[in-house]
């Protein structure tokens, strides 16, 4: 097939048959092929220059020293929205164990009630408590410790800790269930804290002393 400057042109913009092309290609890289019908040299030099500079631009330059393999933007989001995610992981467990602790602290209430027969029921936020005759409960501004005389019934409306004059660890005290909290100074006993659905448990004398209390 003959190579002309016109095939040139239609291999320059990619429009050549499959036997068009080879013949373009052979006659680049063989000297011994027919040259093409220009209408000058300056035009045949000008046509293989175009085309030997179109096919600089695919071939890899082999001079050039191999650069680091770059990578995408994607892999570095990727991985910056990895490390986001665990660091608000950490947060959001931290904050999880100081919230909860803070959540069983609870503010309790001073009270003072100075009847004989009559028992005080007080409703809060945290719980609901039924003050027994002659109980009154004041509270340490230091230490958060209640010092109770007397008897009282609470109900905790979530889990909430205390911690009473006379007792030695915190106590804690779960949603849902009702408990005995008695301390008589007078008597030998001390600090008493049961389950309500425990108060068989106790001696009869404190036994029947509550239930006549608190109509249980």
């Not at 095939?7 to 080879?22: A, G, S």
């Not at 005759?133 to 019934?153: F, M, R």
Request: aromatic letters at 8%; proline letters at 3%; one cysteine or more.
């Amino acid at each position: 097939m003959k190579v002309t400057a016109d095939l040139i042109e239609k291999y320059h913009h990619n429009l050549c048959t499959l036997e068009e092309r080879k013949a373009v290609e052979d006659w680049l890289m063989n000297s011994d092929v027919d040259e093409l019908e220009f209408h000058s040299e300056n035009d045949k030099q000008l046509v293989k220059d175009d085309m030997w500079k179109n096919i600089a631009t695919v071939e890899p330059d082999q001079s050039a020293p191999k650069q680091q393999l770059l990578r995408p933007a994607s892999y570095y989001m990727w991985k910056g929205a990895v490390a986001a995610t665990l660091l608000i992981a950490l947060l959001g467990v931290a904050f999880y164990y100081v919230n909860r602790n803070s959540e069983k602290t609870v503010e309790f209430v001073a009270f003072h009630n100075k009847s004989a027969l009559k028992v005080n029921h007080i409703s809060a936020r945290e719980y609901s408590l039924a003050i027994g005759p002659e109980t009154s409960a004041e509270i340490n501004a230091q230490n958060g410790v209640i010092d109770l005389t007397g008897s009282i019934l609470i109900s905790p409306k979530r889990d909430i800790e205390l911690k009473f004059d006379g007792a030695v660890n915190t106590l804690s005290l779960k949603k849902g269930q009702t408990y005995i909290i008695l301390n008589s100074k007078s008597g030998n006993h001390g600090l008493i804290v049961v389950n309500e659905k425990n108060l068989i448990n106790l001696p009869p004398l404190i036994q029947k002393k509550l239930i006549q209390e608190f109509d249980i």
